[in-house]
C-alpha cells in the first residue's frame, strides 16, 4: 500500500491579482493596472496586489510525486468569503499542523481522506478554505498514481458517476480588455464568454444600463462577423450586483432591463450573474428567488446565476433548495476541499438546477487541471477557464488536460 513518506511547502504564483471589491465597487479608479484609492477590506494593504499560493507537495513511498495548489479567489474577504490568502501567514500551519497529519497515511481512497482534511480543525478552528483546496488536490492526485488511473476516473469510481464522453462547455473570462479578448475567444470558439467584469455602474455598466447594451450589441454581431451560424456561444456576464444598483432594486426596472437584453442577445442565450448583490446570504436568496419567478412568468428565457454569497456547500445546497436562480457557480476555492465541489456539481444536477463549475483567475494551472478532472467526472453545464485574465493562455490549459484526458480515457 503507497503511502506518504514527506510532506513539503513551498509559496508559489498565482496567474492573477487579489482585488479589494468593496473598494472597486464604491468608484475608485484605474491608474494603469493599479487602483487609486485606500482599500476598504481587511487584510489588504493596496486595492490590488499580487495572487499568493502555497504548493503543496507529497513524497510518495515508491518514489512518485504529487501536489496541489492552496489559493484564494481575486475577491478574497468580499461576499462572506474568507479573508485573504497570504502565504507568510498560512505556511507555518500547513508545515506544523497540516504536513505531520499528512505524513505516512495511505493514498487508497480520496473522499474518506480528503473529507477527514477537509474538516479537521486546530485549537478548534477549521484551515483556510484555501488549504482546504490545496491538499485535498494533492490528495486526489496522490490516489490516482497509486491506483494508476486518471484523477477523473478516480472521482468516478468513488462517486459513482459516469465519465463525461465530450468536452465539457469551457467559459472564457475577458477581463476588462473585453474586445480584443473577446475577439480571441471568438477565434478559439469559446462555448461562453465573455464574463466581462461589469463590476462599476458608471464606467461599465452604465447609469442606465447602457454601457452594458451597447457592448452586447457589438458582442452580437461580432460572433456573426468572426464566425460562421454553427457557432452559437452563450453570453454570460458578471455583473457584480451592479444591475441592481443602477435601477435602486426597483423590480419592475431590473425586469424590463433584463428583457431588453435579451433582445439585444438575440439568437444566443443569455445568462447574467449576480445581478442584484443583497448584501447578505438570506436577502440573496430572496432576491435571486424572486427575480427568477418574475423572469419564468414573463416568459423572459435568461438565465440568473448566483454567485456571492453562495461559497460553501451548505449555501450551496440552500441556494439550489429555493431555486435562487436558474444556475449556481460552485466558486472552487471558496469551497475549501475538491470534496465539496464535487457533492456541489452532483446535488445541482440531482435538484435540476444549472451547475457552474467555476473558480477564479487567481488559480494556478494546476488548480485548473485538477478542476478539469472534477468536470469530466461530474459533468456541469460549463467551466470555467482558469487562472489569468488573458484568454489564450486559461483555454489552452483547460482544453488540452480535458481533450488529452479524453483520449486517454476513450482509449481504454
Not at 482599500?39 to 496541489?68: C, K
Not at 478548534?124 to 476516473?153: C, D, F, N, P
Not at 464568454?193 to 458582442?219: D, F, Q
Request: contains cysteine; hydrophobic residues 35%; charged residues 30%.
Amino acid at each position: 500500500m503507497i503511502k506518504i513518506k514527506k510532506v513539503l511547502a513551498v509559496p508559489t504564483l498565482t496567474g492573477f491579482y487579489f482585488d479589494d471589491q468593496e473598494a472597486i465597487k464604491g468608484g475608485v479608479r484605474l491608474d494603469g493596472f493599479t487602483y487609486l484609492g485606500k482599500s476598504r477590506i481587511e487584510g489588504f494593504t493596496s486595492i490590488r496586489q499580487p495572487g499568493e499560493a502555497i504548493s503543496i507537495i507529497l513524497l510518495l513511498d515508491d518514489g512518485q510525486v504529487s501536489f496541489g495548489d492552496c489559493v484564494s479567489v481575486q475577491y478574497s474577504g468580499a461576499g462572506g468569503r474568507d479573508g485573504l490568502f497570504l502565504a507568510e501567514k498560512y505556511i507555518g500551519t500547513i508545515v506544523n499542523e497540516v504536513a505531520p497529519r499528512l505524513g505516512g497515511r495511505k493514498v487508497s481512497n480520496f473522499k474518506s481522506l480528503a473529507e477527514e482534511f477537509d474538516k479537521l480543525e486546530i485549537q478548534g478552528m477549521g484551515l483556510h478554505s484555501s488549504i482546504r483546496y490545496g491538499v485535498t488536490q494533492a490528495i486526489l492526485e496522490a490516489v490516482s498514481k497509486a491506483r494508476r488511473k486518471t484523477m477523473a476516473e478516480v472521482i468516478a469510481d468513488e462517486y459513482k458517476t459516469r465519465l463525461s464522453e465530450k468536452p465539457i462547455p469551457v467559459f472564457t473570462q475577458t477581463g476588462d480588455e473585453r474586445y480584443s479578448n473577446a475577439d480571441k475567444a471568438i477565434m478559439k470558439r469559446a462555448e461562453v464568454l465573455p464574463h466581462g467584469l461589469i463590476n462599476n455602474v458608471e464606467t461599465k455598466l452604465g447609469k442606465k444600463g447602457e454601457l452594458l447594451a451597447k457592448y452586447l450589441l457589438w458582442l452580437r454581431e461580432r460572433v456573426k462577423r468572426l464566425s460562421s451560424e454553427s457557432y452559437k456561444p452563450v453570453f454570460h456576464f458578471d455583473v457584480y450586483g451592479t444591475i441592481g444598483l443602477a435601477f435602486h432594486n426597483d423590480f419592475k426596472k431590473i425586469v424590463s432591463y433584463i428583457k431588453r437584453l435579451e433582445e439585444m442577445s438575440s439568437p444566443y442565450k443569455l445568462r447574467l450573474e449576480n445581478p442584484v448583490d443583497g448584501g447578505s446570504k438570506g436577502s440573496q436568496i430572496r432576491i435571486l428567488k424572486n427575480l427568477r419567478k418574475r423572469l419564468e412568468a414573463e416568459k423572459i428565457s435568461v438565465e440568473i446565476v448566483a454567485d456571492e454569497w453562495c461559497n460553501t456547500l451548505e449555501d450551496i445546497k440552500d441556494f439550489v433548495d429555493e431555486k435562487a436562480g436558474h444556475m449556481v457557480q460552485i466558486k472552487m476555492p471558496d469551497l475549501g476541499g475538491i470534496n465539496n465541489s464535487i457533492e456541489a456539481v452532483l446535488y445541482c444536477k440531482k435538484k435540476g438546477v444549472g451547475a457552474y463549475l467555476g473558480g477564479s483567475c487567481n488559480e494556478t494551472d494546476k488548480s485548473a487541471k485538477v478542476s478539469v478532472h472534477i468536470a469530466l467526472a461530474t459533468g456541469p453545464e460549463q467551466m470555467l477557464a482558469k487562472p489569468g485574465m488573458d484568454v489564450d493562455g486559461r483555454l489552452m490549459i483547460v482544453r488540452n488536460e480535458m481533450r488529452r484526458t479524453l483520449s486517454l480515457l476513450s482509449y481504454k
